[in-house]
Structures are given as C-alpha cells and as structure tokens.
C-alpha cells in the first residue's frame, strides 16, 4: 500500500458536518471578520465622542453653563451664565425687545501679602448683583439695586453723590463721583478723596 492509499484510508472515516466549499469558509470567515471589524470600529466611535467631550469639557477648564437669576436694571432676569475656572465668566440674556445681550467680566482678589487670585464664581455673582449707576445719554443718571430704580440726577454736589441702599436684610452706602466710578461700603459713605 501506498502512502497516499494510507492517507485516503486513515481520513476515509472522516466526514465533514455540512457540505462547505473552500468559497463558502472564505466568506464566512471574512464576515465574522467584518463584524468584528464594525464592532471594533463602533468601540473607537463611541471613544472617540467621549473623548471629545472630555476635550472640549477640559478646553473650557470645567466651565458650567446655567441658567441663574440675576437683577438687571431692576428686573430680575433669566440669565446663562458660564463660569470659566479662572476667575472670569460670561452671561447672556434677552433684553426687553428681544435682543441678546451678552457679557462677560472678571477680576482677581488681593491678600495682605500682595497675593494675587482669581475670583471665585461667588465672588462674581455677588459683584453681578451689586448696585450699578447708568449715564443715559438724555443726561440722567440712573441707580439700579436688586428691584430698585432711582434716578440721583439732582443728587449730585460737586460731582459727588451719596445714597444709602438697603434691600431688607443688608443696608449699602454709595458714594458715586459723577463719571468716575462708585465706593460702595455696608459701613459708612466715603469721602471725595477716596477717588484721587
């Protein structure tokens, strides 16, 4: 006998489970490797998108954008307001006639040392609600506080106006220098020489 007689011998009592072609486990072999394939490729998708908001949550140093109500002009008002990490931050809001306006601000703190920070999102949200003087271009001067609104016009003496605010649990006192800027204190007014 031969060897090629032993092979057919020896593999004679092996039969395969179904008829498959050499073409028929080509094909099937290379769609298990597709879906593995789409698998694999949904996998980075789905990583790549979580991966991009990480991204851009990490660009915007962890910024949170929220709506929140502040007083503006006297009204208190829906606001989107983002703080940005770093001591500064951006609002925006529909005005009365249906515009957006938009802002942004920020500032940093000293110590007695000289040690510079920036401000916290507390910090600025109670500057965002402080009181604010506004030179309209009729020539009158406007006070806004919380819910009030105060013309001081015929208020101010040498350019120096004092007003005292109080919005039921904190009482303010504002001194405002005509186009120069405010003091505001929960104490007492400031003098004129608090401007130089």
């Excluded at 942004?104 to 402080?130: F, H, K």
């Excluded at 271009?137 to 819910?147: A, I, K, Q």
């Amino acid at each position: 006998m031969t060897n090629k007689e032993k092979y057919k011998q020896a593999f004679s009592v092996l039969h395969p489970s179904g008829k498959l072609s050499l073409e028929e486990e080509y094909i099937m072999l290379n769609s298990k490797k597709a879906k593995f394939r789409t698998a694999i490729a949904a996998a980075a998708a789905c990583l790549l998108l979580a991966g991009g908001s990480v991204t851009a949550y990490a660009a915007n140093v962890g910024g949170i954008q929220r709506t929140i109500q502040l007083w503006i002009h006297g009204d208190q008002t829906d606001v989107n307001f983002e703080y940005n990490g770093e001591g500064s931050y951006n609002i925006s809001y529909q005005k009365e006639d249906g515009t957006l306006a938009e802002l942004g601000g920020g500032g940093i703190a000293v110590d007695a040392n000289g040690n510079e920070r920036p401000l916290t999102e507390q910090e600025l949200l109670e500057e965002l609600n402080s009181p604010e003087v506004e030179y309209k271009e009729d020539g009158t001067v406007w006070l806004y506080y919380r819910d009030q609104k105060m013309e001081i016009t015929d208020r101010f003496q040498d350019d120096i106006c004092y007003v005292k605010l109080s919005d039921g649990e904190k009482t303010l006192y504002m001194t405002i220098k005509y186009q120069n800027g405010c003091c505001i204190s929960p104490y007492k007014y400031e003098g004129p020489d608090a401007f130089n």
